[in-house]
């Protein structure tokens, strides 16, 4: 879109100690934060699409406006009801099931961490879970997805198991990186999860190749059903790396099929978004790049699943890029070390209202969808999901000396040739971890 | 921005290598499994390059940059006399032949596409190959090689050039984060076969930050191979073994060398990338070298010979790891070491190899390992001061006058 002129027209009053988005930036803010009494579950208010003259998006409904798209989306999926419902009762139920999943697993690590089960920096996902849920159920098993280190929940809802998970962050063999990876490194080849990653950014690029990837498949190999899409999930904080630019730059110019997913939790640590982006409408970026820049209440799991559906349908066509931003908000400290110390509580209890999960059961109560019965079913399975993951994980096995060297190199002559002529792999003592390397 | 250079007249002499020829015997031998109509070249032991015998026994290979032992065994087994080309073709055949192998092989770079590449690498292959397979990127260095490594991790084979190796810096947070380290970090799930190329060192008067030599910062990062070409040979050689392996390798060319001409067999061969080279086969000292050095030491060699001494020269090639079979059997040999590198002196490949050859072969020594870097200076601009940063051929021969005193 074309530069918005209150940016300059109206300079906003520099945030200084502002600790929380109340305070009102310019007009065109109030895209940002909420007027009002928030609106749940269904409600199109935040829900926006930026067509991007000149270029023709081949949706038809991108062209109506948002409200529409949503009926019309919503039409597509509508339970036979003139409730106008968005979701069936087994998807509400899945929906509940994997929130409760990321809760739970989440409040156990922190109960592991203070028990020294697991060490370093774990960052939990508590009050996030609606953009996991929404972007990850609509996902085919091909399809990629790329995290940051807060990445337990992301792991989980794209399928991998809770004990490869759980024996993970306790650093055992049985974890599913082996032990080596650890709270900051989710890896499954086979879901599709390609970390993890440490340092904010990093992951972009190499989501931005995964999609890569999906359209050489499609276009040089012409491999049938190459539609696999990728997921790039990451933070406020991270919108401001060069990285992102970067990447959004190179998927909108090869129309990759990629999704740039922003959990804007409104916190990088202590660092407010406010204070470190001069523009902090994130999604206003995307457009800027040539790909649809949205904008949705990532505390609301079916604003979240509508926009994600677009966005999936979007990339799997061939149509590109597209940047959802997700408002939302973590209920815990940056990370376990973190004693959250800065963040107002006014703010912290505003967002605690707008617990995602509270509002899926509250929708799925109000049209009847499930009953008291069902969601505690729900949530003692996942207890003893969960019971069960810590219990493996304790008796699970720690990495021997041997495992030290072995994933060095994925072709192991990359450790050189010895002083007596043979390759150091060759020598026996080198898996058992004796060798001199 | 793409020039082309002349082969340097310092080392012309040497340069014509079309009138020695080349002597390589066809040894299937390796320890991956090679088709037989490859062949696979592993450094040697024996003088007699014909020797095709049993498993594991190593073929001599021999460039007579100087020929001082005349080799008797001119009957090459390798029936046709091969084809002479410049080393940028014999990067581009190399590519060309693994592209054309497997579709998965692709290209990414800046320039590399429609422009051909700055050194004329990859010239005419984006016509060959479309747009997508050889993909002219926007200059965001970080980003493309993070693509590139996200691609392999999901099942492509991608080379990523870098216009000029010192470009790569903007990408060394992909390359030591993620190039090297998620194979480890993953537990084995994702294996990352990328190769990473791109010419480096010092040029003419090119400046600074076009001088870069990156090989001492990025030896540290595990999980990497890095080796380095200095002959067509070696360099199509190596450009296919990189292309092979599983391994993440960083292939160093060098800005000067690319214009080397020389006959290259005709017949498919894949260099080993592990092993080292062995130039010139001798017996008082021995040089260790890499890249555009070797030249220079070849030079010096020369007037070594006219005075009276008789040096082994060996071109490491595999900078990381090093073959210290190759190493070892030499310094055993002639119990003396001198390096020549154009690295800096603090931190480079030549401090890292004597470490390991005190390490691993001390006893063999008669003399300190005598290590000749370039200066730790920045590259400057004008040419008298370039030429001092850099070692020269008399500085080389002065160094092993006095080494084997």
Redesign the interface.
Known sequence: MSFSATNFAQPRPVPVGVRSNEKPLSSDASRFRFRGPPSFLGSPHSLRFKPIPPFKLAIPHSQRSAASSVTHIANGKMVKSSANLLITKEEGLELYEDMILGRFFEDMCAQMYYRGKMFGFVHLYNGQEAVSTGFFKLLKKEDTVVSTYRDHVHALSKGVPARAVMSELFGKATGCCRGQGGSMHMFSKEHNVIGGFAFIGEGIPVATGAAFSSKYRREVLKEAGADQVTLAFFGDGTCNNGQFYECLNMAALWKLPIIFVVENNLWAIGMSHLRATSDPEIWKKGPAFGMPGVHVDGMDVLKVREVAKEAIERARRGDGPTLVECETYRFRGHSLADPDELRDPAEKARYAARDPISALKKYLFENKLASEQELKSIEKKIDEVLDDAVEYSDESPLPPRSQLLENVFADPKGFGIGPDGKYRCEDPKFTQGTAHV | MAALFQAPTAFSSSNSLDSNKFNHSPSPRS??ERKSSILTVRSDARSNPLLNSAAHK?HRFITNAVATKPDTSLASTSSKPGHELLLFEALREGLEEEMERD??V?VMGEDVGHYGGSYKVTKGLATKF?D??VLD??I?E???????????????RPIIEGMNMGFLLLAF??IS??CGM????????????VVIRGPGGVGRQLGAEHSQRLESYFQSI??I?MVACSTPYNAKGLMKAAIR???PVILFEHVLLYNLKDRIPDEEYVLS???AEMVRPGEHVTILTYSRMRYHVMQAAKTLVNKGYDPEVIDIR?L???????I?KSVKKTHRVLIVEECMRTGGIGASLTAAITE??NDDLDAPIVCLSSQDVPTPYAGTLEEWTVVQPAQIVTAVEQLCQ
């Open positions: 320890l991956s190593p579709p998965r692709c479309g997508l397979r990127t926007p965001a970080n980003s493309f090689t993070g693509m590139g490594i996200g691609a392999a991790m999901t099942g492509l947070n992909q984060n993620n998620l194979h480890y970090t993953s537990g084995g799930q994702f294996k990352i076969p595990p999980g191979q392996s599983e391994n990338l592990e092993e595999s990381k790891p090093f073959d210290l079979h190759t070892g691993n072969f």
